[in-house]
């Protein structure tokens, strides 16, 4: 039970800390870093159809 509850515990941790690169662009946005945003959205997001994620 203890080696079960350490592995979901470490599956659980890298899923939390797992930064989409979606989420990448929106954080150089965020910190006003326009030109950074766009060259990492051509170079990785521009191919390959993102779902819109409602509110």
């Given at each position: 039970?203890?080696?079960?509850?350490?592995?979901?515990?470490?599956?659980?941790?890298?899923?939390?800390y797992?930064?989409?690169?979606?989420q990448?662009?929106?954080?150089?946005?965020?910190?006003?870093?326009?030109?950074?945003?766009?060259?990492?959205?051509?170079?990785?997001?521009?191919?390959?159809?993102?779902?819109?994620?409602?509110?």
């Amino acid at each position: 039970m203890k080696n079960f509850l350490i592995a979901l515990l470490f599956l659980s941790t890298g899923f939390i800390y797992a930064q989409t690169p979606q989420q990448k662009v929106w954080d150089l946005l965020l910190q006003n870093k326009r030109i950074e945003a766009r060259r990492l959205f051509d170079k990785d997001l521009k191919k390959r159809k993102i779902p819109v994620q409602n509110c």
